[in-house]
């Protein structure tokens, strides 16, 4: 009885830090990736096209990893191995993304194709880690507490830590932007407890069809995956953005990032110091998909000479993208609520979502760029014309504003009770 009133306590503040910091490599890895991935691979000469391939290779590698991986942490638990394990994976693979065609230099080789396979693969084997890292460090959060309000404090300390991270990558791209010459235009030790399974072997665990006929978990998914497309679609865009369409400053492509991270940096730490209700969560919600809506206006029509209001528009998307990402991801929290039996199967499901729908996304996008490597200066960014707008406007207005809206029609249809604690028996968090 004491270990289970234990569980439902808040959780202290060095639990708190120590989880936030357990996601940093994944989260300056995937900054890096949505940011300057398709930048990087269209200004070393692959068509928009063959980029978007790249990326899209990377997305449904690490969409179904994460199906595989929650499979199997609900199966045999070891949240920790599958963390360290894929962390590393990571590490390992993220420098051959960004490092050069490896392929290419075996067979001294530098066609478009065989460059294309080259980084699609790597891309791959990067996303295969990234995922497994991100399931088992998600799904930790329902099983170090049972407190509801903690949960919520844990996605939001893991926010905030992105932030961090992401701001460390901007820091040094602006330093790296400052000093080249543009060449274009362009420890939890108290752990809830499972049981086992009847024969003593392995643990008992929820079947996918609990998940399917629950009508949370499908609002849940749709309220997530539209998150993930506002925040992942435009960070690809924001680049080619600012510099194409606005004709800012080449240090802007890390600044305005930069202003975005940081005010969700603030945002994100001063929601820990609220108590969660479900309605609490849908509200917050809302507020920051409204921000994205006057957001994605004022992108669309803003004019190149009055591209010092990004600067503006980058602080109110800061603290949208804090709101929307907390408070979307915690909903996951209260949808497992006590079923802990399988809860990495519903992070690893609807991260197979959002991975499938921000690469088909960027796919579509980056598929009507202009494959010229000298686009007509007349156009309002590198993408051919799209009526009157580019597609890099577009990607960074509309598609997030209307991401936003639907995401908010979805929230006022939910019923999200806060969960209430069950009894618990054997430790799941094993090393």
Request: proline share 4%.
């Amino acid at each position: 009885m004491e270990d289970e009133d234990a569980f439902a306590k808040p959780l202290g503040r060095q639990a708190v830090f120590y989880y936030g910091v357990g996601h940093m490599l994944n989260d300056i890895t995937s900054a890096c990736w949505f940011t300057y991935l398709l930048v990087y691979l269209t200004d070393i000469g692959l068509p928009p096209r063959d980029a978007a391939t790249v990326m899209l290779s990377g997305q449904i590698a690490d969409g179904f990893t994460t199906i595989l991986a929650g499979e199997l942490i609900d199966r045999f638990g070891h949240f920790k191995i599958w963390h360290g394990a894929g962390s590393i994976l990571v590490a390992v693979s993220f420098s051959s993304v960004f490092g050069g065609c490896l392929p290419c230099k075996i067979f001294c080789s530098n066609s478009s194709t065989l460059q294309t396979v080259g980084y699609s693969m790597f891309a791959a084997i990067f996303n295969v880690g990234w995922a497994a890292t991100q399931v088992s460090h998600m799904s930790m959060v329902n099983c170090i507490t049972l407190n509801s309000t903690s949960r919520v404090v844990l996605a939001s300390c893991r926010n905030a830590f992105t932030m961090v991270a992401n701001l460390s990558l901007y820091g040094v791209a602006l330093a790296v932007f400052n000093s080249i010459k543009p060449h274009t235009l362009v420890d939890v030790e108290n752990q809830p407890r499972l049981k086992k399974g009847v024969h003593g072997k392995g643990y008992a665990r929820i079947s996918w069809s609990h998940w399917f006929r629950k009508v949370l978990y499908y609002q849940v998914a749709l309220v997530y995956v539209l998150t993930r497309l506002v925040t992942n679609v435009s960070q690809a865009f924001l680049a080619f953005y600012v510099i194409n369409d606005l004709q800012m400053s080449q240090s802007s492509k890390a600044l305005v990032p930069a202003i975005i991270y940081i005010c969700s940096f603030f945002v994100s730490v001063m929601l820990q110091e609220f108590a969660w209700s479900g309605q609490r969560l849908k509200t917050f919600y809302s507020a920051g998909g409204i921000l994205w809506i006057v957001c994605g206006a004022g992108i669309f029509f803003l004019p190149r000479n009055m591209n010092a209001f990004m600067y503006v528009i980058s602080v109110i998307i800061g603290i949208a993208n804090a709101l929307m990402t907390v408070t979307g991801v915690s909903m996951q929290s209260f949808l497992v609520g006590e079923d802990l039996h399988g809860c990495a199967f519903v992070y690893g499901s609807l991260s197979f979502l959002d991975k499938i729908s921000c690469g088909l996304a960027l796919f579509f996008l980056e598929s009507h760029g202009n494959s010229s490597p000298n686009p007509n200066p007349n156009l309002l960014g590198r993408y051919s014309d799209v009526g009157f707008f580019s597609v890099s406007r577009y990607g960074l207005s509309v598609v997030p504003a209307v991401c936003a809206l639907v995401g908010v029609a979805a929230t006022y249809t939910m019923n999200l009770n806060t969960p209430a604690p069950k009894p618990v028996m054997e430790p799941l968090l094993l090393a």
